[in-house]
């Protein structure tokens, strides 16, 4: 025999949160209906004896009290208070306000005791205030309603509420006007006093400093040092150009500067140049004495001492224009200078002169130039002590202004009164509000249903049954092979379902009309064909059918699965292992005087082939009853001889099919299942434990357990469980 271990789930995975909730109060809707109708009863008695409740209301536009009008005294009024809605509400939801407006009313209202701490808690609970808003906007408008039994009632704690806002409102307006002004009246002297000092302090500040606007005065310097830079700059440049150049006409003079001043001079100098012009006539006529005489002739002498005459006279005049001692010659070649000479020199003296005036300039520019450096390193000083005294004269000023503008506002405000605050929508008579019995009555339906869903949950976490085929699935880790449907009188003849499961015997229809329900044979062909995908790896020729408990309908399958396999050309053998309490033949309407337990005490040969009489079967079924109640059967199916008849069997039959007694409680099945190929064991749904399921199958483990199948399943999951069972 073929022997397989299959691995047992000891709890079942959970099925998706929502859908195992369903399933839970679809099966449990009777505790939900129940605890939905109960809920409604008491909500609808609770309803009936309430008392009706009235509600009146009426809105405020609304200023606070110590906020006055936008404008300067808004900083004085009241500096320690914080503006906001919030907290003027809590003002008027306050005891002291409560409790003047419940003395108004005391006298036609007695329960509206003021001195009453709970009589005042209840007067505010019963006073809602909250702020309007518009659009998502909050506005100054507030909504006032009082709720009480009496419709009169309401409008009038309204009205006298209204009077005790407005009075309160204009008094703490009256108060805060009048601390407001007290206080800017003795604020003036002083903030008067510290401008005169800052205006003091900042007037010593110039007239020790020479300065009216230190800014702007550092201003100019600075623009008038950036001027003297950029003028150093340009004479620089003229520097440089007048050095080249003078370096140029000094190498084409080729005299020192002294020297070419000195020529210019005698350039210039008319008496030098008439002297030189004499000394000139002087030498044309000795050159021309001296074609005819020699120097130390008598005739050549005179020529000779006027020249030496006009020579000395040239000295002379030399040395008035500043020549010093040259020698008359030297003299000579000096003041008889060509027109580019002259020219030259000319050049060469001017540009001497200009570079000398352009040094001189920007020596003066320098000199400028640290004078104002000196001066601008004193203003960051100045400057900084000018912008400390500057502030403190603006904000004194400053403080001064808002000090009069509002010592102004206040006394207009105080000679005006205050604003009072304005009624939007008077307090009518109370409209009913209670008790609404639809809201009641939706309230216990959905506490109802949470109770009931509730109590459905419980009821179910202590209910270990297999509800459905999934759990059933769960189970264990061997395939679920099949799902039978429910049987159903109404579904089989076309009539409102009656459902049979868990029904006595007696009470089913005939298996003939069972085997012939197109349901349940779709369903056990499915059966067979997953038998049939385990068979081609397996070789399953006998299969053992048993259950957890009694009345699981194994012995129905059994039939419909020898019914299925027979319609697909196969021979099979039924074979009632109940030796105990045996049912097949009941099933079939077949005697059963001779049957398996006979033909296990018996010594005579198996016979190869099992001759069955019955009409409702086909021809290829054969069906071997249990036969007479034995002593023991135990000892009996756990015989060699039993092993022998299964093997004979299996032979000569394609399938052999035994209906075997329950797992549990006695040892039969598993001395069947020892004799045969495989194991099928049947769970009812609604009916098998998932302990006892577990139980089951520990005692079939160590069998060839090949799969298991949900019996009694819903018809409205059951077809489509049968697209999953192979799965």
Known sequence: MIAAQPTLNSTPAAESGYGQLFAVLQRRYLWVLAAGAVSVAIAFAYTLRQEPTYISGMQFLVEPNYQGKKGASDAFTDATVEVDYATQISLMQSSNLLKKAMALLQTEYPELDPDDPGSVNDFRGALTIVQVASKKVETKIFSITYTSNDPIKTQKVLKAVQQVYQDYNLQQQQDRLTQGLSFVDKQLPQVEGKVKNAEAALEQFRQDQSLIEPSTEAAAKTEMLNKLLSDQQETLVQIRELQTRYGDLQQKVNLSP??????????????????????????????????????????????????????????????????????????????????????????????????????????????????????????????????????????????????????????????????????????????????????????????????????????????????????????????????????????????????????????????????????????????????????????????????????????????????????????????????????????????????????????????????????????????????????????LLSSQRMKEIIATFEKTYDLVIVDAPPALGMVDAVLTASCCSGVLLVGRINQVTRPKLTQAIEMLSQLNLVGVVANGVSSSTARETYYSAQD
């Open 258 to 635: 002294q020297q070419a001043v000195f020529a210019a001079r005698l350039n210039q100098s008319g008496r030098y140049q008439a002297v030189l012009n004499e000394i000139q006539k002087t030498e044309l006529a000795i050159e021309q004495q001296r074609i005819r005489f020699k120097d130390n002739t008598l005739n050549m002498q005179p020529l000779l001492d006027q020249r030496q005459r006009q020579l000395k006279q040239l000295q002379l005049e030399a040395s008035r224009l500043g020549g010093g001692s040259s020698s008359g010659e030297r003299l000579l070649s000096t003041g008889q200078l060509g027109g580019l000479d002259q020219t030259l020199i000319a050049q060469f003296v001017e540009v001497q002169g200009n570079l000398r005036t352009a040094q001189a300039r920007y020596l003066s520019l320098l000199s400028s130039e640290q004078r104002i450096r000196a001066d601008l390193q004193r203003f960051p000083q100045l400057l900084a002590r000018y912008e400390r005294l500057k502030p403190d004269i603006e904000s004194n000023r400053d403080t001064l202004k808002q000090l009069l503008k509002a010592q102004q506002d206040l006394g207009l405000e105080l000679a005006r009164g205050g604003f009072a605050w304005q009624v939007v929508e008077e307090a009518q008579i109370g409209a009913k509000t209670g008790p609404d019995l639809r809201k009641n009555l939706m309230l216990g339906v959905i506490v109802g249903i949470l109770l009931g869903g509730g109590a459905a949950v419980a009821r179910e976490a202590i209910d270990d049954s297999v509800h459905s085929s999934d759990e059933l699935k769960q189970q264990t880790a061997v395939p679920l092979l099949g799902v039978i449907p429910e049987l159903s009188l109404g579904a089989m003849s076309g009539k409102p379902s009656l459902r049979l499961s868990g029904q006595s015997q007696a009470l089913l229809p005939p298996i003939a009309q069972i085997t012939k329900w197109k349901p349940f044979r779709e369903s056990l062909d499915l059966l067979y064909q997953n038998l049939q995908l385990i068979n081609a790896t397996a070789e399953l020729h006998s299969i053992v059918i048993t259950s957890t408990l009694a009345g699981e309908g194994k012995s129905t399958l059994a039939v419909g699965l020898a019914i299925s396999a027979a319609r697909l050309h196969q021979r099979v053998l039924l074979i009632d292992a109940d030796l105990r309490r045996p049912n097949l033949h009941k099933l079939l309407n077949l005697p059963n005087e001779q049957g398996l337990s006979t033909l296990l005490v018996s010594q005579s040969p198996i016979p190869q082939q099992i001759e069955t009489q019955d009409a409702n079967l086909r021809g290829n079924i054969s069906v071997l009853t249990a036969g007479p109640t034995p002593a023991d059967p135990a000892k």
